[in-house]
T-cell receptor, first 114, second 112 residues
Framework: QKEVEQNSGPLSVPEGAIASLNCTYS??????FFWYRQYSGKSPELIMS????GDKEDGRFTAQLNKASQYVSLLIRDSQPSDSATYLC??????????????FGQGTILTVHP | EAGVVQSPRYKIIEKKQPVAFWCNPI?????LYWYRQNLGQGPELLIR????????DSQLPKDRFSAERLKGVDSTLKIQPAELGDSAVYLC??????????FGQGTRLTVV
């Protein structure tokens, strides 16, 4: 089992729709979770961090965390063409050999079409 | 506040040649990461430093890769000799303890 897995994508949504990106992780005791956005040819840019169960909202972005299910998601409301990018889920491990290690999923490519 | 600075941005070398990448993290950040990213994949951790100490280098190909972090600030990643399969983007990131990590612009390495 991969440490961090994301839905394979690519994901295509129309402008104005809600984009839903999902991620699962294997380290049951992880405490820190992040979403990064990466435009083609650029480096990853942090867009959300979440540490507690529940929802965290920042503008059009909402991160959701369910530690019992080892699941974290990112919702993008009112999607814009400028949101088209690869979205990376990242988790800091808290157990065993993963302690303190920031591990990324493989990324989900999102395309928002006009 | 300056972000993570990496150099060079691009490097083209012939196989079997050495290459080095440099990273200057955000001031005060004690954790420094080196990642390698291949096209279409997520970043893969090569090595993680806590201050001067390399605390996780399990994914670093030690036969050809080496890294150092002098005085717990700047870091250098070296490949010697480079192979065709080393072509990738090398990313440096820094953070304060287990908080958010911020990335530099990356170095795109092409081995020919």
């Amino acid at each position: 089992q991969k440490e961090v897995e994301q839905n394979s994508g690519p994901l295509s949504v129309p402008e104005g729709a809600i984009a839903s990106l999902n991620c699962t992780y294997s380290d049951r005791v992880s405490q820190s979770f992040f979403w990064y956005r990466q435009y083609s040819g650029k480096s990853p840019e942090l867009i959300m961090s979440i540490y507690s169960n529940g929802d965290k909202e920042d503008g059009r972005f909402t991160a959701q965390l369910n530690k019992a299910s080892q699941y974290v998601s990112l919702l993008i409301r009112d999607s814009q063409p400028s949101d088209s990018a690869t979205y990376l889920c990242a988790v800091i491990g808290a157990g065993g050999t993963s302690y303190g290690k920031l591990t990324f999923g493989q990324g989900t490519i999102l395309t928002v079409h006009p | 506040e300056a972000g993570v600075v990496q150099s060079p941005r691009y490097k083209i070398i012939e196989k079997k040649q050495p290459v080095a990448f440099w990273c200057n993290p955000i001031s005060g950040h004690n954790t420094l990461y080196w990642y390698r990213q291949n096209l279409g994949q997520g970043p893969e951790l090569l090595i993680r430093y806590e201050n001067e100490e390399a605390v996780d280098d399990s994914q670093l190909p030690k036969d050809r890769f080496s890294a150092e972090r002098l005085k717990g600030v700047d870091s250098t990643l070296k490949i010697q000799p480079a192979e065709l399969g080393d072509s990738a983007v090398y990313l440096c990131a820094s953070s304060l303890d287990f908080a958010e990590a911020f990335f530099g612009q990356g170095t795109r390495l092409t081995v020919v």
